[in-house]
């Protein structure tokens, strides 16, 4: 597991406690000694993660062990066929696209996938869309909206790929169209937050009748390290900048940009991911079984999206 710098101290106090343990003479003092190294562990952990900086959940966001989208499809979804490419360019794996059952309702899927190990994570180009990923996104929302599913969407990306190429096969475009796509979809959408939701390669997926954000995610409208070089002109900044952003989902429900909160269990989603997904799973549920009462989705979430405006106004 990749150790963050202010989760040290539990990582000392986790390598105590393996040590003891592996030492298995049945020693009632080495017993008790464990115990309570592991009752301060849990302290330590409420303790340090109920205090985290803007900066410390920009880096818990990105952990490399927190539950990907794959893993909430493998979790949540049954009977999942992926479905693949945009009929135009190609398929792009820095989106997950599909369709299946959640809870014995058939859904569609999309969700950004960063990948796990390096190898993974350079094939679905950890995360960042190219254009043909929205454009798969608008063929599924068109397919799902044909079938009248519900779509649940899944946001980890440190934003759309800026690259040449890219830019060259209609970036913004893509990204636009997507956005326009959601907001004339008729069916129902719940959309989770559940790493790093970074500027219009995330909100493209993230228009939604219930926006839900996981504890420790973030979501802005560019990245803390971007933010601190165009307006601080020093990258090294990054930490201001996560604090002027305003991109905790505690700083976002109270400015009513997200509806929920999923709780992640003490120390982060990283260390219990099976716990979290099934959270997630839970708050899906319920945001679905809410929208089962609107006559309208689509005059639901357009008048939501507008309401962020009026909201800020007054």
Request: proline share 4%.
């Amino acid at each position: 597991m990749i150790i963050l710098d202010f989760e040290k101290p539990i990582f000392e106090l986790e390598a105590k406690i393996k040590e003891l343990k592996n030492l298995n003479t049945g020693d009632l003092s080495i017993i008790e000694d464990v115990k309570r190294l592991e009752n301060k562990r849990k302290k330590l952990l409420r303790q340090v993660y109920s205090q985290l900086s803007p900066w410390q959940k920009v880096l818990v966001a990105r952990h490399q062990d927190r539950p990907h989208t794959s893993d909430y499809i493998n979790t949540l979804i049954e009977d999942f066929v992926p479905l693949a490419g945009d009929r135009c360019f190609g398929n792009d794996l820095a989106i997950t696209a599909g369709i299946g059952k959640f809870k014995n309702m058939v859904v569609a899927i999309l969700g950004h996938e960063k990948g796990k190990e390096t190898e993974d994570r350079i094939k679905h180009n950890f995360g960042m869309p190219h254009p043909e990923g929205y454009r798969k996104a608008c063929r599924i929302m068109d397919l799902a909206d044909k079938f009248k599913l519900p779509l649940l969407t899944f946001i980890d990306t440190a934003g759309a790929y800026p690259g040449i190429g890219a830019e060259e096969r209609g970036q913004a475009e893509s990204i636009a169209k997507c956005i326009e796509r959601s907001l004339q979809f008729k069916n129902p959408i719940v959309a989770t937050v559940i790493g790093e939701g970074g500027s219009g390669g995330a909100i493209a997926l993230a228009v939604a009748n219930v926006i839900l954000m996981l504890e420790h995610s973030i979501y802005s409208v560019i990245s803390p390290e971007g933010c601190a070089s165009i307006l601080y002109r020093n990258p090294e900044k990054a930490e201001d900048a996560a604090i002027a952003l305003k991109i905790t989902a505690q700083d976002l429900m109270q400015f009513k940009i997200i509806d929920d909160i999923v709780e992640e269990p003490i120390g982060g989603a990283h260390r219990e991911p099976l716990t979290t997904i099934k959270a997630v799973g839970e708050k899906i549920k319920t945001a679905l079984f809410g929208l089962s009462n609107v006559i309208d989705s689509r005059a639901h979430r357009n008048e939501k999206f507008l309401n962020f405006c009026r909201n800020y106004y007054n």
